[in-house]
């Protein structure tokens, strides 16, 4: 049997914020999911720690970093409508950061085969100058960058319902990481349109997916497999993050695609099979605000990778979306004079 890293959990509860969806439990049922597989000793549980101000700075700007320290401490409160800040966030921000940077060293050190990374608060939306969307840091994209300055090649597939705009902002034209991003179109953040592609010295590198509501887990596998594949091909990652977003599940009150559980379970094995080496795949809790729905998801998706039969709800097809893979495939799969690789 392959060997889990759980890298939390951290639920950070003092990082709250009465009636907002982005809450501790958040965490406490995705821990559930992974108990639910009963793996024993195939599941490490792994001790984290703080993220450094320059691992934070790799990819955040001093200042930010400087203000939301000072933020939290002088009391926090509302950085925008949707995002908020207690006076213990920076610390939970740090260590959710940690805990990815933590994960795939233990990765690399040949300690499991995979990592899921369940702290809090999540990350995609956190862009290189502010906080938005409940993201206060990158955490993915700390823990892509310090490999990317080791000398690997990234690739973060996103396959939260919303577009990781912070994600694809801070690495728009770096070529030594690829963001690979399925989501609602027409959907908040309003970012994540099929041409945008990457910068000018990283043209290909950004691949977006964008989907009609509705669609189904059959329209998020074809993606992966017609369009990502492809890509993987041709891009050659060393390491695979996954900013694992629950939100597409049908149940979520916040967005409108309409997969299972199961179909995320389908959805990782497709990610798995990309994975160049063993030990080189880590997944990242992002979004997902119905309970029920994140516990049965992380259960799909860690059962996939473990080989576990634990039951999941069937998969879904039929939904639109086909016509959008189509034109994806057109704009990522065709071989372009400019791609830089």
């Not at 995002?83 to 994960?103: M, N, Q």
Request: aromatic share 8%.
């Amino acid at each position: 049997m392959p060997k889990l890293i759980v890298a939390g959990p951290f639920a950070a509860p003092d990082h709250v914020l009465a009636g907002h969806p982005e809450r501790p439990s958040r965490v406490t049922a995705a821990i559930a999911g992974v108990d639910d597989l009963m793996l024993d000793t195939d599941r490490i549980d792994l001790e984290t720690r703080l993220a450094t101000f320059e691992e934070l700075a790799a990819v955040h700007d001093d200042a930010y970093l400087r203000e939301l320290e000072a933020f939290c401490k002088a009391g926090g409160g509302k950085l925008d409508p949707d995002t908020y800040a207690s006076p213990v966030s920076w610390d939970a921000a740090r260590e959710a950061a940690g805990a990815g940077l933590a994960a795939v060293d233990a990765l690399a050190n040949g300690r499991g085969d995979f990592a899921f990374v369940v702290a809090r608060p999540p990350g995609h939306h956190a862009l290189p100058d502010r906080a938005m969307g409940f993201c206060l840091v990158n955490n993915v994209a700390v823990t892509a960058a310090a490999l990317a300055a080791a000398g690997e090649r990234v690739m973060i597939i996103d396959w939260d319902v919303h577009h990781g705009n912070g994600t694809q902002a801070l690495f728009w034209d770096d070529d030594r990481v690829c963001y690979v991003s399925t989501h609602q179109d027409h959907f908040y953040p309003g970012t994540g349109a099929l041409d945008e592609t990457g910068g000018p010295n990283a043209r290909g590198s950004t691949v977006n997916i964008p989907l009609p509501a509705g669609a189904t887990g059959d329209v998020m596998a074809r993606a992966l497999d017609e369009v990502v594949a492809p890509v993987v091909a041709r891009f050659g990652p060393t390491w695979m993050l996954v900013s694992a977003g629950y939100d597409a599940h049908r149940d979520d009150p916040l967005a409108d695609l309409a997969l299972s559980s199961g179909d995320f379970a389908h959805l990782a094995s497709i990610v798995r099979a990309f994975v160049p080496s063993p030990g080189r795949l880590a997944f990242f809790l992002e979004g997902g605000y119905e309970l029920d729905a994140v516990r049965a998801s992380v259960a799909a998706t860690a059962g996939a990778l473990m080989g576990s039969d634990h039951a999941v709800q069937p998969a879904t097809n039929g939904g639109p979306g086909a016509e959008a893979v189509s034109r994806a495939r057109a704009v990522h799969v065709e071989p372009r004079e400019h791609d830089l690789w």
